[in-house]
C-alpha cells in the first residue's frame, strides 16, 4: 500500500511570493488533515477534509491559507501571498476513519522556507 | 483548553542509556495519548498509544503509561541505540474530532 506521498519536500520562495503544497492520501482514506511546524515548536493542527469538505478549519491562521480538496481525493494547501513567519514543515495525514488513530499516516511532511 | 507540554531538548545519551522523555498534559474528558517518533528523513509514525488511564503502551522497547491522577505519559525505554536518534512528540486526542494535539518535539541523539 502506498502512502502518504507528499510534494515538494522543500520549497524555498521569497516574501511575497505563492506556494502550492500538494497531499496525496492513501487511496480510499476519506479523513485528510494539514499540520505545521513552525521553528521547532509543537505541531499545529490546520483543518480536517472528510472527503472534499472541511470538516474543522479551525486552525487556519490566516485567509493567506487555502486548502482545496477537490473530488476528495488529493488536497492542496496554498499560501498566498507567503509571509517569513510561515516558514516551516508543513505535515499530511490521512485516515480511513475519523476517530481511528490506528489508522493515521503522515507523509515526509514539506519544509517551507521564505526569505 | 487542550494541550502538551513535553520536556526540552536536545537530549544526547551514550549508547545503552536509560532514557525517559517526560510529558504531561491539560484536556477536558478522558483523551487518548500518543507517541510519534519523526526519523531523520521521514515522516511521523505512531511509536505507541494508550486509550485509558493505567494503560500501557509500549513498542520497540519504549514504554509509556497513561498515568492521569499526574497528567502524564512518560516515554521510557531501558537502553537506546544509536538507531533511535530522532525526534519525539507527545500528542493527545479526545474523543470529539480526529484532530491530535502535539508538544513541541524533543529531539534525541544518541551517540555510540
Known amino acids: 500500500e502506498a502512502g502518504v506521498t507528499q510534494f515538494p519536500s522543500h520549497s524555498v520562495i521569497e516574501k511575497g511570493q505563492t506556494v502550492t503544497l500538494r497531499c496525496d492520501p492513501i487511496s480510499g482514506h476519506d479523513n485528510l488533515y494539514w499540520y505545521r511546524r513552525v521553528m521547532g515548536k509543537e505541531i499545529k493542527f490546520l483543518l480536517h477534509?472528510?472527503?472534499?469538505?472541511?470538516?474543522?478549519e479551525s486552525g487556519m491562521p490566516n485567509n493567506r491559507f487555502l486548502a482545496e480538496r477537490t473530488g476528495g481525493t488529493y488536497s492542496t494547501l496554498k499560501v498566498q501571498p507567503a509571509e517569513l513567519e510561515d516558514s516551516g514543515v508543513y505535515f499530511c495525514?490521512?485516515?480511513?476513519?475519523?476517530?481511528?488513530?490506528?489508522?493515521?499516516?503522515f507523509g515526509s511532511g514539506t519544509r517551507l522556507t521564505v526569505v | 483548553g487542550n494541550s502538551v507540554t513535553q520536556m526540552e531538548g536536545p537530549v544526547t545519551l551514550s549508547e545503552e542509556a536509560f532514557l525517559t522523555i517526560n510529558c504531561t498534559y491539560t484536556?477536558?474528558?478522558?483523551?487518548?495519548l500518543f507517541w510519534y517518533v519523526q526519523y531523520p528523513g521521514e515522516g511521523l509514525q505512531l511509536l505507541l498509544k494508550?486509550?485509558?488511564?493505567?494503560d500501557k503502551g509500549s513498542n520497540k522497547g519504549f514504554e509509556a503509561t497513561y498515568r492521569k491522577e499526574t497528567t502524564s505519559f512518560h516515554l521510557e525505554k531501558g537502553s537506546v541505540q544509536v538507531s533511535d536518534s530522532a525526534v519525539y512528540f507527545c500528542a493527545l486526542k479526545n474523543n470529539q474530532g480526529g484532530k491530535l494535539i502535539f508538544g513541541q518535539g524533543t529531539e534525541l541523539s544518541v551517540k555510540p
Open positions: 477534509f472528510v472527503k472534499e469538505s472541511k470538516q474543522d
Open positions: 495525514a490521512s485516515s480511513q476513519v475519523e476517530s481511528g488513530y490506528r489508522g493515521y499516516t
Open positions: 484536556a477536558t474528558g478522558y483523551p487518548s
Open positions: 494508550a486509550t485509558k488511564a493505567d
